[in-house]
């Protein structure tokens, strides 16, 4: 059946429900008029229904007169009489059944509907309250959890300000070059008030207007952090600043709003000596609390666990392996709350590595270790890396808390056992054969196996990664060398299994030692992922 004929067939349904085809939207929606009538009621509403004619996304339901016996603010109806009547995402549109899909909608946005003329669903205001605050964006760089009284950036690009509250100013001027921000005043104050009382806008005077507005609904919700609010606002004023950004902690969000000084009604008052308090008829604007700290970045997809904030960790090679394994690394917090990251590669970005490095041709002929700390300070400012451009042999390391060998090189690998035994964890993460598999083995207790170990397991036929030796395939000739080749989601595998096991080991997760990540299909895993022992031929180990 064609769409025209489906949209045709949906339209009639509607019409005969009293519903009149109107046009369509500027997006091309369907527009149609008529009355959404909540169950048991006596009348309905005059509402505008909007159809998408692929029927892929729910109908969009509008009322064209809010009912005059409605509150200023009331649950899941917008100023502009939206209806949200379902989340979107939280069903599945049969879009083989255009009809009984929006018949269905629009019979629960009259259920809805009716469940607010009731005065029911009351408490999903404290859900949907951020979009009833509707507060300018202010972003908060603070390390320390209190917040206390701290200066605020108000910050210019292309006539635009932003807010920004910061305990240390040089690390968030760096996140403010980033965005092209420049810092144009330092006279604003904040100020942090808790309340256990979750804040839920009012169904009058919304929103807040002024000083006197806010503190009329903060005495509804919590008296005492009405009058922290109030006294907050007064010492802003007789500190002489040009504003005060005021933090309202509730349990579950943090909230807030601007309040701005009127200087010369506060001249006024003082030649008059007229004892009124002005501050009631200060204008206020809301603010959205968003944090931007490093931190939490950091520990906002993984809540329940650590990240690598505060940590010292090296990584040898900056290559196919090593650029995207910094760069998890990173997005893993580390170099961040006063650890480091230290990149070691003497090696170049040739053309032939662009396929698959984490840099780009912008870089070519650059250093990898200095491309690439450049590279994350530009996506993470105020990440504290350091890159060294040397052969590791010649490299002053001191003594990480981790160190990772992502260079690929057994010999290399070997020697950066010999140099750096245990108490250092090291861990090292390599490609076998043409992207056959990625593996990982870390070391933390003196009994555990290093790389080195692993090599001489190998030889007697132990610890391989496939029951199949991985195929020997080169390819490039001439000048260019010979290489092995894979693709660049090889590398990205291999470096997600390094991030895995790094977050595993600040976790105090060890075991298993050794994993595998078998790619190619075809062949069959050997080991599983398990804990081997020293092995009694390494040198390295049994000296």
């Known amino acids: 059946m064609k769409n025209t004929n489906v949209v045709a067939g949906v339209v009639e349904v509607f019409e005969q429900k009293g519903f009149v085809f109107v046009g369509n939207t500027n997006d091309g929606w369907l527009r149609l008029h008529g009355r959404l009538t909540p169950p048991q009621a006596d009348k309905g509403y005059l509402c505008e229904l909007q159809l998408d004619p692929s029927f892929f996304d729910l109908p969009r339901i509008r009322l064209l007169e809010i009912p005059p016996e409605l509150p200023a603010t009331v649950p899941h109806l917008g100023a502009d009489g939206g209806l949200c009547y379902i989340a979107k995402g939280t069903v599945v549109l049969d879009i083989y059944d255009p009809v009984g899909q929006s018949l269905a909608c629009l019979e629960r946005a009259a259920v809805v509907l009716g469940q607010i003329l009731d005065g029911q669903l009351v408490e999903d205001l404290a859900e949907e309250f951020f979009a009833y605050w509707n507060g300018l964006f202010c972003f908060v760089d603070m390390q320390s959890k209190d917040l206390g009284e701290q200066n605020c950036l108000v910050a210019q690009a292309n006539e635009r300000s932003l807010y920004f509250v910061t305990d240390d100013e040089s690390r968030t001027a760096k996140k403010l070059k980033s965005l092209g921000y420049q810092v144009t005043d330092k006279t604003v104050l904040t100020y942090r008030v808790k309340t256990k009382t979750q804040p839920r806008p009012l169904t009058s005077h919304w929103p807040p207007k002024t000083v006197g507005d806010i503190l009329e609904w903060q005495s509804i919700l919590d008296p005492q952090c009405r009058r922290k609010i109030h006294g907050r606002i007064k010492e802003g004023e007789k500190k002489k600043a040009n504003g005060s950004l005021i933090f309202i902690e509730s ?293």
Request: charge should be positive.
């Open 251 to 543: 349990p579950l969000m943090t909230y807030g709003f601007a309040v701005f000084y009127d200087r010369k009604n506060l001249v006024r008052k003082k030649k008059h000596v007229d004892r009124r308090d002005f501050s009631y008829q200060l204008k206020v604007m809301p603010i959205s609390v968003v944090r931007i700290d490093d931190g939490y970045l950091a520990q906002r997809n993984i809540p329940n666990s650590k990240t690598l904030a505060g940590k010292n960790i090296a990584v040898i090679g900056c290559g196919t392996i090593g650029g995207y394994l910094a760069d998890m690394l990173v997005k893993a917090g580390a170099g961040t709350l006063g650890g480091k990251l230290t990149l070691v590669d003497f090696d170049y970005l040739l053309p032939q590595n662009i396929g698959r490095h984490r840099l780009g041709f912008p870089d070519l002929l650059s250093n990898k270790a200095e491309a690439m700390s450049k590279e994350l300070r530009r996506l993470a400012p105020s990440t504290e890396i350091r890159a060294l451009p040397v052969d590791v042999r010649q490299a002053q390391l001191g003594k990480p808390d981790l160190l990772i060998d992502a260079t690929g090189e057994e010999s290399l690998g070997h020697w950066l056992c010999g140099h750096y035994p245990h108490p250092t964890p090291m861990l090292s993460v390599w490609i076998e054969g043409p992207g056959t598999t990625v593996r990982a083995l870390i070391r933390t207790t003196a009994s555990g196996a290093c790389y080195r170990c692993l090599w001489h397991s190998n030889r007697r036929g132990e610890l391989r990664s496939t029951v199949e030796h991985p195929p020997i395939i080169l390819a490039g000739h001439g000048c260019e060398g010979l290489y092995v080749p894979f693709p660049a989601s090889v590398s990205v595998h291999a470096a997600s299994l390094g991030t895995e096991m790094a977050l595993d080991w600040v976790n105090g997760t060890y075991s298993p030692a050794l994993r595998t990540r078998l790619i190619d299909q075809i062949e069959q895993l050997a080991t599983p992922d398990c804990d081997p022992f020293n092995d009694p031929e390494c040198p390295l180990c049994n000296f």
